[in-house]
Nanobody, 122 residues
């Protein structure tokens, strides 16, 4: 399983960007997908999640401004970011988790994209 994120860049405050993450491997449609971000000197935080069924959830800091979506035919998850603020500046990562079992043991296999940098200037 590989995740390839793209779409980051430099944008002025109030602007928009759309991030994309293409997932290789025959696992996409059955898995929830997430976007995380990590700002300099801060911990990585969950930004948005979309389930296999299309339900979404957002961090309070991005509600009403960001929208996560998925195209199962293209094995791609998107993050539309509007009304960007300087505090949105971070490296953005796409993520998915595949749960496997061996006997009674559960394994959480986390997969990350390489990250794409979003810089919002004031």
């Amino acid at each position: 399983v590989q995740l390839q994120a793209s779409g980051g860049g430099l944008v002025q405050a109030g602007g928009s960007l759309r991030l994309s993450c293409v997932v290789s491997g025959n696992i996409f449609s059955g898995n929830a997908m997430d976007w995380y971000r990590q700002a300099p000197g801060k911990e990585r935080e969950l930004v948005a999640t979309i389930t296999a069924g299309g339900s979404t959830n957002y961090a309070d800091s991005v509600k009403g401004r960001f929208a996560i979506s998925r195209d199962n035919a293209k094995n791609t998850v998107y993050l539309q970011m509007n009304s960007l603020k300087p505090e949105d500046t971070a490296v953005y990562y796409c993520h998915t988790k595949i749960v496997t079992h061996k006997g009674w043991t559960r394994y959480d296999n986390n997969y990350w994209g390489q990250g794409t940098l979003v810089t919002v200037s004031s």
